[in-house]
T-cell receptor
Framework: QKEVEQNSGPLSVPEGAIASLNCTYSDRGSQSFFWYRQYSGKSPELIMS????GDKEDGRFTAQLNKASQYVSLLIRDSQPSDSATYLCAVKRDYGQNFVFGPGTRLSVLP | GAGVSQSPSNKVTEKGKDVELRCDPISGHTALYWYRQSLGQGLEFLIY????????KSGLPSDRFSAERTGGSVSTLTIQRTQQEDSAVYFCASGTTGTGAQHQYFGPGTRLTVT
């Protein structure tokens, strides 16, 4: 079992719709969770971090964490074509530990 | 302020040659990470430096790979006797590791092509 799993996609949504990206992880000791966006040919950039169960909203983005189910998701409201990218989920066990990345989900927002 | 910088941006080398990739982290960041990403693949963790602690080398794929971080700042990733399967984009990231501030910021990457 891979440590962090994501559907590879592509996930296609129409412009203005809600895009839902999912991530599961195997290490129950994971404490910190991150979503990165990576445009083709570019480096990853941090979108959201979440540390506690529940929802965390930042603009059009909402991260959801459920540690009991070992599940973290990212919702993108009012999706725009500029949101088309690969979204990487990353988890971190503890202070001083390295990040573990999922394979990424490719999102395509259709005009 | 300045972000993470990497050099060179592109490197083409012949199989069997050694290469050095350089990373300049954000000033003050105690954590430094190296990853690589093969075409169409996810990020593969290579090595992690945290302050003066011994680095986490658990991701290095073979003993041809090594890295050092001098003075807690600049880092160099060295690949000896390069192979074609080493072709990838190598990313460096730096970050802070305080509670609630465990972000990492990526450099632009070095694209390595082994011919």
């Amino acid at each position: 079992q891979k440590e962090v799993e994501q559907n590879s996609g592509p996930l296609s949504v129409p412009e203005g719709a809600i895009a839902s990206l999912n991530c599961t992880y195997s290490d129950r000791g994971s404490q910190s969770f991150f979503w990165y966006r990576q445009y083709s040919g570019k480096s990853p950039e941090l979108i959201m971090s979440i540390y506690s169960n529940g929802d965390k909203e930042d603009g059009r983005f909402t991260a959801q964490l459920n540690k009991a189910s070992q599940y973290v998701s990212l919702l993108i409201r009012d999706s725009q074509p500029s949101d088309s990218a690969t979204y990487l989920c990353a988890v971190k066990r503890d202070y001083g530990q390295n990040f573990v990345f999922g394979p990424g989900t490719r999102l395509s927002v259709l005009p | 302020g300045a972000g993470v910088s990497q050099s060179p941006s592109n490197k083409v080398t012949e199989k069997g040659k050694d290469v050095e990739l350089r990373c300049d982290p954000i000033s003050g960041h105690t954590a430094l990470y190296w990853y690589r990403q093969s075409l169409g693949q996810g990020l593969e963790f290579l090595i992690y430096f945290q302050g003066n602690s011994a680095p986490d080398k658990s991701g290095l794929p073979s003993d041809r790979f090594s890295a050092e971080r001098t003075g807690g700042s600049v880092s160099t990733l060295t690949i000896q006797r390069t192979q074609q399967e080493d072709s990838a984009v190598y990313f460096c990231a730096s970050g802070t590791t305080g509670t609630g501030a465990q972000h990492q910021y990526f450099g632009p990457g070095t694209r390595l092509t082994v011919t």
